[in-house]
């Protein structure tokens, strides 16, 4: 390998390792509280939106986006519980809460999308009861584009191909959930 592909390979682990999501609400690898649990489907959460707060993404950055995904989901294709899109690029934290169907504490601009629960907005955790602790990955993408041209009653699969189509990075925060 010459030197000046090491040398890029180097500087791009670098800026990867730079782009962080922190959050006051959840803590990677731990179990969530019962706020972040949602409240139906035989759960009984306050179905909050955890607080978020991430780095300044690679210097081209001029939007981002947020998704939480519940990989262990009994579903074959997993669960998608929030997907929100179109954050400005001058904002690096959304407050607990940021995630109600309303939408209110949101930045301008910003839009949500129908999670699998069929609703737009944050859908907490509700693995089935007795179920192995699941895993949920909260995910901010730093994207190459201002706006993504989507609706709000878009797919998880479908957000999901335009936030790997735009992205630049992304970083991952993953914490558990257990109903007994």
């Not at 978020?52 to 950055?61: E, F, I, N, Y």
């Not at 669960?79 to 954050?87: C, E, G, P, S």
Request: aromatic fraction near 10%; hydrophobic fraction near 35%; proline fraction near 6%.
């Amino acid at each position: 390998m010459n030197l000046k592909v090491l040398a890029l390979c180097l500087l791009s682990s670098a800026a990867a390792a730079d782009f962080k999501v922190t959050s006051s609400d959840i803590t990677a690898g731990e179990v969530m509280s019962n706020a972040q649990e949602f409240k139906g489907f035989g759960c009984n959460g306050d179905n909050l939106s955890p607080q978020l707060s991430w780095t300044q993404g690679p210097d081209d950055t001029k939007s981002y986006a947020i998704t939480a995904y519940d990989p262990d989901a009994p579903t074959g294709s997993g669960w998608w519980h929030w997907l929100v899109f179109n954050i400005p690029a001058d904002v690096h934290e959304l407050p607990t809460g940021a995630g109600s169907a309303e939408g209110e504490a949101l930045p301008d601009g910003a839009m949500q999308s129908r999670t699998d629960y069929g609703s737009v907005g944050f859908g907490g955790a509700c693995p089935p009861r007795g179920d192995q602790a699941h895993r949920y990955q909260f995910t901010v993408f730093a994207l190459d584009t201002d706006r993504l041209d989507l609706e709000p009653d878009s797919s998880g699969a479908l957000v999901g191909y335009f936030l790997n189509s735009h992205a630049l990075q992304k970083t991952t925060l993953e914490a558990l959930y257990q109903r007994p």
